[in-house]
């Protein structure tokens, strides 16, 4: 079993920077891919950012070039860089983890809350 923990979410103004991180711990042999999704109220969750074992990442449209995905393989973390915040950037923002290296993920974290203030 894998136990995903994220941290770092808040309230920041629009404009502002925050960096989320996840540290994974349990089984955790092969987790080839770590990502990043969010679900606002009323909305479905989407993708914001995965990235794999060998570092190649993928971002979705809404935050290319504003969000930066990282992984330490030696802590077992992931993170997320959140620049340039906008308002439509609220939401929980959840970090997941599988040992496959495309489809869905087998294990998630609980979510923390992002708040960006207009």
């Known amino acids: 079993q894998v136990q995903l923990v994220e941290s770092g979410g808040g309230l920041v103004q629009a404009g502002g920077s925050l960096r989320l991180s996840c540290a994974a711990s349990?089984?955790?042999?092969?987790?080839?891919?770590m990502g990043w999704h969010r679900q606002a109220p009323g909305k479905q969750r989407e993708l914001v950012a995965t990235?794999?074992?060998?570092?190649?990442?993928n971002y979705g449209d809404s935050v290319k070039g504003r969000f930066a995905i990282s992984r330490d393989n030696a802590r077992n973390t992931v993170y997320l860089q959140m620049n340039s915040l906008k308002a439509e950037d609220t939401a929980v923002y959840f970090c997941?983890?599988?040992?496959?290296?495309?489809?869905?993920?087998?294990?998630w974290g609980q979510g923390t809350q992002v708040t960006v203030s207009s």
């Open positions: 349990g089984s955790i042999f092969s987790l080839n891919r």
């Open positions: 990235i794999v074992r060998g570092g190649t990442t």
């Open positions: 997941a983890a599988d040992r496959s290296y495309s489809g869905g993920y087998t294990y």
